[in-house]
């Protein structure tokens, strides 16, 4: 098994999963893109996902996005997600200037853990570019993610048409991120329109998971179909670009960071 980064992938449904997985997935990430950078899929969609990846290949994990934490205000009620979960995750958009967007975090996931029979470990997200996202700080969520008992940090993108990752933070600032998170028992990984001729940049930042959509679909279009090739390819220049990266000494991930990811 290759010793970089586990792949994620979004899906929207069951046949993307199963796309997915033919072209090497490490996690399959279940979320709705019409929804928004977080959008949550149907609670039977995510069903619906977890059972495929369940039948494929039962040592694959599933994760799902939740939408925004202001999605879930106390005047809508949470559904319950199905079993077979690993990881879930709750935007922060809108709570930049909100004292209390901890608490108001943590309410939110404890209802859906309340409305819920199975359990999962939860992702703490930070939006690159915080300012559209009117979204807490990195640097206020690593800490806030250690104490909350996450197993890992999302450093994505809020608005898909303003650039991806790398127009947000540069490598180095991901690097400290990967550091803080690592010292903090926390995995982390990095999405936001990413595709091949990132890998290099993000080689060397440490992160332990990197996730895609649109580089995983037809035509680079993250509300087109995911397609098995696109993963496979994409998943072979990942594994190249950070062998090589490792190879130079530049990847700065630590021993058993990503043991947290449980892959």
Request: hydrophobic share 45%.
């Amino acid at each position: 098994m290759h010793q970089g980064p586990q792949l994620l992938v979004s899906v929207r449904d069951a046949d993307e999963a199963r796309a997915a997985m033919r072209g090497g997935v490490d996690i399959v990430d279940v979320k709705e893109p019409a929804h928004g950078p977080l959008g949550m899929a149907d609670p039977h969609v995510i069903a619906s996902v977890v059972e495929a990846v369940t039948e494929h290949d039962a040592t694959r994990c599933c994760s799902a996005a939740l939408g925004e934490v202001s999605d879930w205000f106390e005047t809508c009620a949470v559904p319950a997600l199905p079993g077979g979960l690993r990881y879930a995750k709750l935007g922060l958009s809108g709570l930049g200037r909100s004292a209390s967007w901890c608490r108001e975090w943590q309410d939110v996931r404890r209802r859906f853990e309340e409305a819920s029979s199975g359990s999962w470990e939860w992702i703490a997200v930070a939006y690159a570019d915080q300012q559209a996202a009117d979204s807490p700080r990195l640097g206020e969520i690593i800490p806030a993610a250690a104490e909350a008992s996450c197993a890992g940090v999302l450093i994505d993108t809020f608005d898909k048409r303003n650039g991806d990752l790398l127009s947000h933070l540069i490598a180095g600032e991901l690097g400290e991120a990967a550091v803080q998170c690592h010292a903090s028992g926390l995995f982390l990984a990095v999405a936001g329109r990413l595709s091949v001729a990132s890998l290099s940049e993000l080689a060397g930042t440490g992160c332990d998971v990197v996730g895609i959509r649109s580089a995983a679909c037809e035509a680079r279009d993250r509300q087109a179909a995911v397609r098995a090739e696109c993963v496979a390819a994409f998943r072979r220049q990942m594994i190249e670009v950070f062998a090589h990266a490792e190879d130079r000494g530049d990847w700065r991930r630590q021993p058993g960071a990503a043991g947290n990811t449980g892959h």
